[in-house]
């Protein structure tokens, strides 16, 4: 029910609007701050005139603090057309101030409470004489308010303090001077009336006469003059018409009664005893107040306040207000750059849109340019605030304008729900890679060479891959390790179930070396690796073979990697803006699988990419790359990716929980090559080392109170960095159709074979050349050193148990035979390694020993 005017001749009203405040904890905007809005505010007074010819009355706001379920929260009320003019004046008094408007007005909301009480404040005096205000006071006056507030104990009882305000015409100053003149008279405040006469006849019978001065004045007491000069100050100022109500809500009349009476002691802080202040006035239980109240109904003309006076009872809270129960701020906002991306006729296709500002109520959805995309994008926060949310809008912009992408999870919920998304008109567009599909395995390939001139870099980053993935690594295991993947990049077909065979089965080996073209990876194998005795042999690829063997051992890996050829082209996909979702679910692969599977991937797309040098620029279409928990598979050589994948047309979006995963090597690339950088909340520590990069609009503590899909973010929109600026992340939109179904069945007709087919043939490529021993470690042979049968089991022996055994003998030997006889052992010995040095130059092994041989092993070297 409306109690406002109704009579509107030229003035049209839009209604009313309530409007809730929230400043930051941080807010150090005073009382002052509040009166110098109240005195912008007073510029919606209209003149008389305007006010007859348009019809109605002088319009009013209402000033509100409200105690509900045990918190407190200040609001504005205003008439609907006003609203742009009284937010833009908070705003201009209170910069973080965070306006919200009320869909739905507390007070108009059915109660449950079965007891309400309603009151008024009016002034003890009269009206020209001020109250006491803010300078007066040692505390904000604030904080007696709120803290009666706070003391509400109970959830459901409840408070409402409103503070009706319409702004008068100055000529109320007159009633000031008149007063002013009254009071110079002798006459006070009740001058000419029969209350006056009464008390100057009394005078005059208890107090003598006075002489009068020369000019025959009154003479003025103290307390008057401290009136007079109270009245000429509060003059000066501009002038508000005001009407305080307060509203009890609860279940008990008796606390009622004592809750208000708080409430009213709260406001005789502004009372003195020889100028104003407010005392209570028609209490009730009556719901017409109640209704009064809702309606912001202001018909009479209340009582004048200065701003000064409305400015002591009403402004927001700063610092020194540590009153339990507010609704502080938590989000604090910053404005958007002026050229930030958003719909503009018809650029969508080229937008990439993830977000709306929020600052001062402006909501504008905006993107980030395709073309800046290639700066690389970096998301940051807390598990559940929504980074995986942002990354999914903006993998939904490449599906629906039909770009190329891959998408990279160790969840697997990201992918899932990307899938449902895909139009039907891409269906065949998509590669669903999810190792769990333990019954279709995909052909991947890790070792699969397409382009030769990438050779060392495949090595290089496979040799990364593993070593950030395992524990424990040497220089040693590195040195075999690379080598090994360097002669089976030679070798046709070669899958990772091989890199055990290289080390293990002599035949595979030799006829690995056959294919090798790199004299020095030639070298290391016929001469280098020839050399080694068993023991120091076996202790050099023990790890190497621990270590891919706990990869390659499980089934669904094997099948997966032992495939010779890989079942899909990356390059491929980026050539034709193809599709490549990766679902590595950890629960379901498992965290040491999908973390290598990963980092295989990403060094995979990122040599696909650097093979794209053989075309123009200007061929090389766009391909986005999404990796959530991207820490999971950053190499070392990630550096690498994001400082030159731009120029081959690879777009990353990269996300993660919080600085500390990544190694300082991943972590310096990130932070010194990303163009884009949006944090959701974090942790002290990184809200610590990432306020540097949204400085100054952010401190620390703004990233650690972010709300969740509230964002901070800085971007390069145009080739340039944008200051950084707030928001939060849209809305996903509904799935029109959901083809999962036929996108999985599609990948497995076109990219994967039966779980029989793929183990029947890997179990073909391992029977292939199987050494003597299959599964055991067999040292590799020169030519002239063959297995020799021992003379005692007539079985074929290692050469180095004939040698040991040798040694042995000659030692014993050496007790009783002279040394004339050990000369010409040692000769026959040294014409023997002639003959061989000369039909086999090519194999001399190097004297090649390590270093911590144990005894019996240093005397078979010397002899």
């Known amino acids: 029910m409306k109690l406002r005017r109704t009579k509107n001749t030229g003035r049209k009203s839009n209604g009313d609007i309530l409007l809730l405040l929230e400043i930051p904890r941080t807010n150090d905007k005073k009382e002052l701050a509040a009166e110098q809005m109240l005195a912008a505010l007073h510029g919606i007074l209209r003149t008389k005139r305007e006010v007859r010819f348009e019809g109605g009355m002088q319009d009013h706001i209402s000033l509100e603090m409200v105690a509900m379920s045990q918190r407190i929260r200040f609001y504005i009320w205003t008439p609907k057309h006003l609203q742009p003019f009284v937010e833009g004046q908070l705003y201009a008094q209170y910069p973080t101030v965070q306006i919200y408007e009320q869909p739905d007005d507390y007070s108009t909301r059915s109660l449950d409470q079965s007891v309400i009480y309603t009151s008024e404040l009016v002034l003890t005096d009269h009206e020209t004489i001020p109250i006491k205000t803010f300078p007066s006071f040692e505390v904000d006056p604030l904080a007696a308010i709120t803290a009666t507030l706070a003391k509400l104990d109970q959830p459901d009882e409840e408070v409402w303090i409103q503070i009706l305000a319409r702004p008068i015409s100055d000529d109320w100053h007159k009633r000031g001077s008149k007063m002013i003149r009254k009071i110079q008279g002798g006459g006070g405040i009740f001058a000419g009336s029969g209350a006056a006469f009464v008390g100057q006849a009394f005078g005059a019978l208890v107090k003598p006469p006075e002489a009068s001065s ?505 080739g340039e960095k944008s200051p950084p600026f707030s928001g939060s992340s849209l809305n996903q939109p509904p799935v029109q159709a959901d083809y999962t179904e036929e996108i999985v069945a599609l990948s497995r007709k076109h990219y994967a074979q039966s779980r029989a087919e793929v183990e029947a043939r890997v179990r073909e490529n391992m029977a292939k050349k199987l050494g003597p021993a299959p599964g055991s470690f067999v040292r590799p042979q020169l030519q002239e050193h063959r297995p020799i049968p021992h003379e005692e089991t007539g079985k074929a022996a290692t050469l180095s148990r004939v040698i040991i055994n040798h040694a042995v003998e000659s030692q014993l030997n050496s007790k009783t035979e002279p040394p004339a006889k050990h000369k010409r052992t040692r000769s026959r010995h040294k014409k023997h390694a002639a003959q061989n040095h000369t039909n086999n130059e090519h194999t001399e092994p190097k004297d090649i020993q390590p270093k911590h041989l144990n005894e019996t092993e240093e005397i078979i070297h010397l002899r």
């Open 214 to 718: 020369k000019s025959g004045a009154t003479e003025i007491s103290e307390r008057d003059k401290t009136r007079i000069r109270a009245i000429e100050e509060k003059g000066v100022k501009l002038g508000y018409q005001v009407k305080i109500r307060i509203v009890y809500a609860g279940h008990d009349q008796q606390m009622a009664k004592l809750r208000m009476q708080a409430i009213h002691g709260a406001f005789k802080q502004f009372n003195t005893t020889n100028l104003n202040g407010f005392q209570g006035k028609t209490a009730s239980f009556s719901m017409d107040k109640l209704t009064e109240y809702r309606a912001r109904f202001f018909i009479d003309s209340g009582y004048i306040l200065n701003i000064e006076e409305l400015a002591s009872l009403f402004h927001l809270p700063h610092t020194s207000v540590e009153t339990p129960n507010i609704v502080w701020a938590t989000t604090k906002t910053a404005e958007p750059p002026s050229n930030i991306p958003v719909i503009d006729g018809d650029n969508e296709q080229d937008l990439s849109l993830f977000g709306v500002t929020n600052f001062r109520g402006t909501n504008t959805i905006f993107g980030m340019n395709r073309v800046d995309r290639g700066r690389h994008i970096y998301v940051i926060g807390q598990t559940g605030t929504g980074k995986t949310g942002l990354l999914e809008l903006l993998t939904l912009s490449d599906i629906y304008y039909d770009q190329g992408f891959c998408v990279i999870d160790p969840h697997g919920d990201y992918a899932q729900n990307m899938l449902r998304f895909i139009p039907k008109r891409r269906l065949n567009d998509v590669v669903y890679f999810n190792p769990s599909d333990m019954e279709f395995p995909i052909g991947f390939n890790p070792l699969e060479v397409t382009d030769q001139s990438l050779k060392n870099h495949i090595s290089s980053e496979l040799v990364g891959v593993l070593k950030r993935m395992f524990d424990s690594w040497g220089p040693r295991l590195e040195y075999i390790l690379r080598y090994t993947i360097l002669a089976l990049l030679d070798y046709p077909e070669s899958t990772m179930l091989d890199i055990t065979r290289m080390l293990t089965e002599k035949a595979f080996r030799d006829d690995v070396i056959k294919y090798l073209t790199d004299p020095v990876v030639k070298t290391f194998w016929v001469t280098e690796f020839a050399s080694w005795n068993d023991k120091f042999a076996a202790e050099a690829v023990a790890p190497v073979l621990n270590k891919v063997g706990a990869f390659t051992a499980n089934p669904m890996i094997r099948n997966i990697v032992g495939q010779p050829k890989s079942t899909f082209s990356i390059r491929k996909l980026m050539d034709e803006g193809k599709i490549l979702m990766v679902n590595l679910s950890r629960g379901l692969v498992g965290e040491d699988n999908a973390a290598i599977l990963g980092a295989l991937m990403v060094t995979k797309i990122q040599l696909a990419a650097m093979s794209r040098a053989n075309v123009g620029m200007s061929e090389r279409k766009p391909f986005y790359l999404y990796v959530d928990e991207f820490q999971n598979f950053a190499t070392d050589s990630f550096a690498v990716i994001l400082s030159e994948a731009r120029k081959y047309g690879l777009n990353l979006s990269i996300a993660n929980q919080y600085v500390s995963q990544m190694d300082p090597v991943v972590r310096d690339a990130v932070f010194g090559n990303v163009g884009s950088m949006v944090s959701f909340r974090v942790g002290a520590d990184d809200a610590s080392f990432l306020s540097k990069y949204f400085a100054p609009q952010f401190e620390p503590g703004d990233l650690i109170q972010l709300h969740n899909r509230f964002f901070v973010s800085t971007m390069t929109i145009n």
